[in-house]
């Protein structure tokens, strides 16, 4: 079956490293999309991705950074983490961008 | 732009209540509309869409919606709820044409006691 997983799922870092967070997808899905979840806000959209090569910045982008260079990855780097971005990270994609997504089971940040 | 807005943050309700999570959104253009559930440490899945047609969307476990266009509304409901529909609901919209991108709601926590 098709699936879209995370990587880890639990991570604790310190304040100024660096941090990437691995997504892969089975789906064969154009786009791919990277949220925060964080108590009271719901869901933000970190960047999004609709295609190999393709990169967009979402409304909470700032210290964040991705690439993709194939259909079923977009790894998510910190560039250097700070406390604020101790989150949940949920990893999503769909086969349009206007239709469900799917998502992954989800990473814990903690940032010391 | 578009906004969605999820009209309480929790519902505490009995089991075999019926319950009704609010979602009120703005656009200027047609949308699709979403809701997804997340179970206590797990991803979202999807519960059910609106994308055309009949405004009353059925979904899984026994979830159905109301699309209301004079008031910009999705609200989400159940005729008897049960234990295990204790979890998080959200909503969201894609506007079509021309959006970018999904937004989604805050939230609402559904609690159901026994």
């Known amino acids: 079956d098709a699936e879209i997983t995370q990587s880890p799922r639990h991570k604790i870092t310190e304040t100024g490293r660096q941090v990437t967070l691995a997504c892969h997808q089975t789906w064969n899905h154009n786009n791919m999309f990277w949220y925060r979840q964080d108590l009271g806000h719901g869901l933000r959209l970190i960047h999004y991705?609709?295609?190999?090569?393709?990169?967009n910045k979402g409304e909470v982008s700032d210290g964040y950074s991705v690439s993709r260079s194939n259909t079923e990855d977009l790894p998510l780097t910190l560039e250097s983490a700070a406390s604020s971005q101790t989150s949940v990270y949920f990893c999503a994609s769909s086969v349009s961008r206007f239709y469900e997504q799917f998502f992954g089971p989800g990473t814990r940040l903690t940032v010391l | 732009a578009q906004s969605v807005t999820q009209l309480d943050s929790q519902v505490p309700v009995f089991e075999e209540a019926p319950v009704e999570l609010r979602c009120n959104y703005s656009?200027?253009?047609?949308?699709?509309l979403f809701w997804y559930v997340q179970y206590p440490n797990q991803g979202l899945q999807l519960l059910l869409k609106y994308l055309s047609g009949s405004t009353l969307v059925k979904g899984i476990n026994g979830f159905e919606a109301e699309f209301n266009k004079s008031q910009t509304s999705f609200h989400l409901r159940k005729p008897s709820v049960h234990i295990s529909d204790t979890a998080e609901y959200f909503c969201a919209v894609s506007e079509t044409p021309g959006g970018f991108k999904t937004i989604f709601g805050a939230g609402t926590r559904l609690f159901v006691k026994a």
């Open positions: 991705s609709y295609g190999v090569q393709d990169t």
């Open positions: 656009s200027s253009v047609s949308v699709y």
